[in-house]
């Protein structure tokens, strides 16, 4: 049953309209009455009717200045002017107003009737339309996983363009802020009959290692995930800080091996301009992520192991060597013939990588960047950083190079 409000200063026009048409034939009932216009505001905020029927001129507030705050507090309801003032000015802004329609007193019966008919109309049109986008709404809910998959491998198969993308990222609800993170998380089929406890599906094994990741990156806020067509599993969060979101790879790799015995491998990537670098990044990371599972087992566990152990001071070849049961010239020549860099250089890598990681925290000095990369000698880091970079741990820092 919808809800009628009438207001009006003049009680006998208040009764007049009460009783001009049987209301509850048409499915409605009078909800309240107001005789001035703050009454009415007070009463459309209790009662949400969906019919207002208010004379122009009432005192405390008047008809047009009520219409002003209604839109403020029920932007619902049908509007209709019930007035004496056969004015232009009053009708021309009462259509600036947006209100459904304008009677003039003394009020025809069946005028009101015929108005009241058209409202009851444009109100079921009301309801339909919100009732469809209720359930566009949930199916889009219950959908939403499945049109992400078909978006993100649009977006990085280039078949969309940059409005495009726009639009779809408000439709599925999907908020980057200026600043996001990338993970790339790929299964190591090669340990497959070795390291494997049980043999899952595979939609189900993406499914719980996104889960596992979402539990692990929740400081982050992740905010969309999708599997692509080479199963290379991407999730986006939002970064706020960085401090700690180059060892995030890490720990997932750990998580995931030590919940479910799956060996993964991970690549991760900050990006700041979201649109015009995704595309790339991703191809970048799955690139990265093809290259490591390439690797001889032992190979893979070393670059693994470093990853973790990167800030352990003494960290050497003969112990990483000794951990996997391998000779260290085997390690060595095996390292070099798989990432075609030494033992040492790759260390050095993730140590300088880790490093302007820590770097961003404009707090942390110099020698606690060292020290937190596994460099008791400040003047040895700053040897190691200019030789990756090209440039000296302050210099970066100053010019952000």
Same mark, same amino acid.
């Given at each position: ?52 029927? /208010? ?65 009851? =109309? ?20 219950? #959908?939403?996983?499945?049109?992400? =998959? ?9 078949? /969309? ?13 999907? #908020? ?6 990338? @993970? ?10 070795? /390291? ?33 067509? +080479? ?10 800080? !960085? ?6 790879? +890490? ?13 993964? @491998? ?23 992520? #093809? ?15 470093? +990853?973790?152990?990167? +800030? ?10 000794? =951990?996997?049961?391998?000779? !260290? ?73």
């Amino acid at each position: 049953m919808y809800r009628l409000l009438i207001a009006d200063d003049e009680a006998r026009i208040r009764k007049g309209l009460r009783n001009s048409i049987n209301w509850a034939e048409l499915d409605i009932e009078i909800a309240g009455e107001a005789e001035d216009g703050e009454i009415a505001l007070k009463l459309v905020k209790e009662l949400n009717p969906h019919i207002i029927m /208010l004379d122009i001129c009432m005192p405390f507030l008047n008809g047009l200045e009520l219409i002003k705050k209604l839109k403020n507090v029920n932007k619902k309801s049908i509007i209709i002017i019930v007035t004496g003032y056969d004015q232009f000015e009053y009708m021309h802004e009462a259509l600036k107003l947006k209100v459904f329609d304008y009677i003039l007193k003394p009020v025809n019966r069946e005028n009101l009737k015929d108005t009241i008919l058209k409202a009851i =109309q444009e109100l079921s049109k009301i309801e339909r339309k919100r009732n469809y986008l209720d359930w566009t709404s949930k199916q889009v809910d219950e #959908n939403l996983n499945s049109l992400r =998959q078909v978006f993100f491998n649009n977006w990085f198969n280039g078949k /969309l363009s940059y409005e495009d993308i726009l639009e779809e990222l408000k439709f599925l609800k999907i #908020n980057f802020s200026k600043c996001i993170g990338m @993970v790339t998380i790929k299964v190591v089929e090669k340990f497959k009959m070795e /390291l494997y406890v049980r043999n899952w599906d595979r939609e189900l094994l993406n499914f719980a290692i996104i889960n596992i990741a979402y539990d692990l990156l929740k400081n982050f806020k992740p905010e969309a995930a999708f599997v692509d067509e +080479n199963n290379n599993i991407i999730i986006f969060t939002n970064l706020c800080n !960085s401090s700690e979101w180059y060892d995030l790879g +890490n720990k997932l790799e750990e998580k995931v091996y030590s919940y479910l015995g799956y060996i993964v @491998v991970t690549e991760q990537e900050k990006i700041l301009n979201v649109i015009n670098e995704v595309k790339d990044t991703y191809s970048k990371l799955v690139c990265k992520i #093809n290259e490591k599972i390439q690797c001889k087992p032992v190979v893979l566990l070393t670059m693994k192991y470093i +990853n973790t152990n990167y +800030n352990v001071n003494d960290l050497n070849l003969q112990g990483v060597a000794e =951990q996997f049961n391998v000779s !260290s010239s085997y390690l060595s020549k095996l390292i070099k013939q798989e990432i075609g860099i030494s033992f040492s250089d790759y260390l050095t890598n993730i140590r300088i990588k880790k490093a302007i990681c820590f770097m961003e925290d404009p707090k942390m000095k110099i020698y606690e960047v060292a020290e937190a990369v596994g460099y008791s000698n400040q003047h040895y880091f700053c040897k190691a950083f200019k030789k990756v970079i090209g440039v000296s741990p302050t210099e970066y820092r100053g010019g952000n190079v």
